[in-house]
Each structure stands twice: as C-alpha cells, then as structure tokens.
C-alpha cells in the first residue's frame, strides 16, 4: 500500500511560495498517479495537479503556471511547487496516489484514488 503523508503547509501573504511534500510509504516509480487535491472551506475538494505514471504532469486552469508538481530521485516523494499564491489558493491540500492501470479515468475523478493523505493546511493572506 501507498500511504501519503503531506507536509510543508503554513501561512503566507499573497504573492509568496510554498513547498508541499507528500512521502510515500513504499516506492511510487512508474506504478502510480500521484496527484493533488485541495478544499476550500465550504467547497467540494477540487484537482490541483497530477503527475502521471509515466511521467507527464497536468495541471487545473486556476494553477497552470504557478504550481509545479515533481517527484524526487527516489520516487518516494511527491513535492508541489507553489508559487504566486493567491487568497483563492487557501485550503486542504491532499495528497492522493492510484494504480497506473486506471488511466483511463479523468485524474481529477477523486473516487479513483486508493490512498489519501490526512491533509495540510494552506493559508493564503491577501
């Protein structure tokens, strides 16, 4: 099993950066999507971004260009590379992982990830 630990959440002012890390229990490789999620209060949890098992990325419109997801040279960790944070940007953010062979389902389908992380938080001040 994948079990994701999130960390590297905090409080920022607008415009400033952050560092989110998702450790892994086991090696991700190329047998898992792992991708992030987030929710703002009194909203559904929505897709950030996803790095594909083999490697490519994609991201939500509302964070193109200022997230960037990678994985370390291990493959144990996921990271989220978030710059130009806005007030919108201010949530939960999940780290969630599935198995490769269900790449045929939207990444952004949350009931198609196995494995969750319990969550950290982000606070963007405007």
């Known amino acids: 099993q994948v079990q994701p630990v999130e960390s590297g959440g905090g409080s920022v002012q607008a415009g400033g950066s952050l560092r989110l890390s998702c450790a892994a229990s086991?090696?991700?490789?190329?047998?898992?999507?792992m991708a992030w999620f987030r929710q703002a209060p009194g909203k559904e949890r929505e897709g950030v971004a996803a790095?594909?098992?083999?490697?490519?990325?994609t991201y939500a419109a509302s964070v193109k260009g200022r997230f960037t997801v990678s994985k370390d040279n291990t493959e144990n960790t996921l990271y989220l590379q978030m710059n130009d944070l806005k007030a919108e940007d201010t949530g939960t953010y999940y780290c969630?992982?599935?198995?490769?062979?269900?790449?045929?389902?939207?990444?952004?389908?949350?009931?198609?990830?196995?494995?969750w992380g319990q969550g950290t938080q982000v606070t963007v001040s405007a």
């Open positions: 790095l594909f098992s083999d490697g490519s990325t």
């Open positions: 969630a992982a599935r198995p490769r062979s269900r790449a045929y389902v939207s990444w952004y389908q949350e009931t198609s990830y196995d494995y």
């Open positions: 086991e090696y991700i490789g190329r047998e898992y999507c």
